[in-house]
């Protein structure tokens, strides 16, 4: 007789405990539709916080901690909290029944008791709680989120991180934005309209081969000389020299200075220059005597500048062969 009592009170708990877990999880799929915050979403209060938590577990529950008053001044808490209503809403939109998975919310202003005694002291925090029906007891254990400020896509980072860790998979479906679509539509008419008014104005310095000639020229002369190397490697403006001298020309072919560039840059620019001067303006001198003159100075600049470049090649390095009298050192 002892016996089949105990088997019956086994049997009629193992049976309560049966019909409890369906019943549990219809109340969270009715709080998650309930209408009282966000589509698909639980708000949670010190009461409700160990009904969702508790084991046993059949789904998993992802929680966030916030504290959105504007006393606590938590800005990522505010920032965050529109992607993660939408996480929830599009979970809900696709699984209306939530199918074994549940997202939540616990504001500090209505779960102070939850904050202290899980001792936290920052938010956000988010946690994932997985199913305590399979698994060892340590797969059973909250999982924690790392947050990343500037994730501007935050909704679909954490919906790629709870589907990494349920066999669930989790979309994001952001609503069309009309405002950016009608800025975006307005901007392109206002430019294409500006450009119509602009365009007689413009046309002669857009056709007109000496603009291009000089802009194709200086950016020819800034990257020749360096300036993207300088940007990428952050180099010195300068360095100390001996005897408290300043040195501007950086050793081996590798290295340079921000000074260095510039030097560079005005040198090919006077070689430019020259080279110009002697090609279009020498063969229009109607002097013959200036002509020669002319011809003359501008083939000296270009001897003295590039002497002066083959110096600086043998300052990077000892052992350059090469040189052009007058050499300036």
Request: aromatic content about 12%; charged content about 15%; glycine content about 6%.
């Amino acid at each position: 007789m002892r016996l089949l009592s105990v088997l019956a009170t086994f049997s009629s708990l193992l049976s309560l405990s049966v019909a409890q877990k369906p019943h549990k999880y219809h109340t969270l799929v009715e709080l998650s539709n309930s209408g009282k915050g966000p589509k698909g979403q639980i708000l949670l209060n010190d009461n409700n916080y160990n009904d969702l938590t508790s084991a046993p577990r059949n789904y998993t529950a992802v929680v966030l901690f916030t504290a959105m008053d504007q006393r606590f001044g938590c800005t990522l808490c505010r920032d965050f909290q529109p992607e993660f209503d939408l996480l929830g809403s599009s979970w809900n939109k696709q699984h209306p029944k939530q199918d074994g998975i549940f997202f939540a919310v616990l504001d500090f202003s209505v779960g102070k008791q939850t904050f202290q005694r899980l001792q936290m002291s920052t938010a956000p925090i988010m946690m994932l709680f997985p199913p305590t029906t399979v698994g060892s007891a340590a797969e059973h254990a909250p999982i924690r989120y790392d947050f990343n400020p500037n994730d501007v896509n935050a909704a679909e980072a954490v919906a790629h991180w709870v589907s990494s860790r349920t066999k669930q998979t989790v979309t994001i479906h952001r609503p069309f934005n009309y405002v950016k679509f009608v800025t975006m539509i307005v901007g392109v008419i206002g430019t294409a309209t500006m450009s119509k008014l602009a365009y007689p104005y413009l046309a002669p310095a857009l056709y007109s081969r000496n603009l291009w000639a000089a802009l194709s020229l200086v950016a020819v002369l800034l990257f020749t000389s360096g300036h993207m190397f300088n940007h990428i490697r952050k180099v010195p403006y300068t360095v100390p020299g001996r005897n408290g001298g300043v040195s501007y020309i950086a050793g081996g072919f590798s290295n340079q200075f921000g000074l260095e560039t510039q030097i560079i840059a005005v040198v090919y620019a006077v070689l430019a220059f020259s080279s110009i001067a002697l090609c279009l303006k020498m063969p229009r001198m109607e002097s013959a005597g200036s002509q020669k003159i002319a011809v003359m100075a501008w083939n000296l600049v270009l001897l003295v500048m590039f002497s002066f470049l083959m110096s600086v090649f043998k300052m990077k390095n000892g052992g350059y062969p090469f040189f052009l009298p007058p050499l300036i050192a």
